[in-house]
Nanobody
Framework: VQLVESGGGLVQPGGSLRLACEISLSTSDYHSVSWFRQAPGKEREGVSCIKPTDRITYYTRAVKGRFTISRDSAKKTVYLQMNGLKPEDTAVYYC????????????????????WGQGTQVTVSS
């Protein structure tokens, strides 16, 4: 298994969670790491992306200002800090890597990604 997510769980609206994606790939094998999510009955959507080389980040509009993506190169782990969680954030969250240094117009397209984690459930409910 190349990507392992952790940190999901049940949280009340307004609460916080931090997801982690531990990557066992060689750092030369990927140039973008993203978080996607899939809510019940909906298509999977891109949430956020980070490019390890230049640390440029992207966010989908729905999470801007609430979520923060970051990377710990020593631990080969990418994090997604989620604050101000809302019921509509409920989904299975996946991390994925791409061998391409993706840009604003491409990072959220699943077809660019070659490795995926198994997903971690995030449930926001009172």
């Amino acid at each position: 298994v190349q990507l392992v997510e952790s940190g999901g769980g049940l949280v009340q609206p307004g609460g916080s969670l931090r997801l982690a994606c531990e990557i066992s790939l060689s750092t030369s094998d990927y140039h973008s790491v993203s978080w996607f999510r899939q809510a019940p009955g909906k298509e999977r959507e891109g949430v956020s992306c980070i490019k390890p080389t230049d640390r440029i980040t992207y966010y989908t509009r729905a999470v801007k200002g609430r979520f923060t993506i970051s990377r710990d190169s020593a631990k080969k782990t990418v994090y997604l800090q989620m604050n101000g969680l809302k019921p509509e954030d409920t989904a299975v969250y996946y991390c994925a890597t791409s061998p391409r240094a993706l840009i604003a117009s491409s990072w959220s397209q699943e077809s660019w990604y070659t490795d995926w984690g198994q997903g971690t459930q995030v449930t926001v409910s009172s």
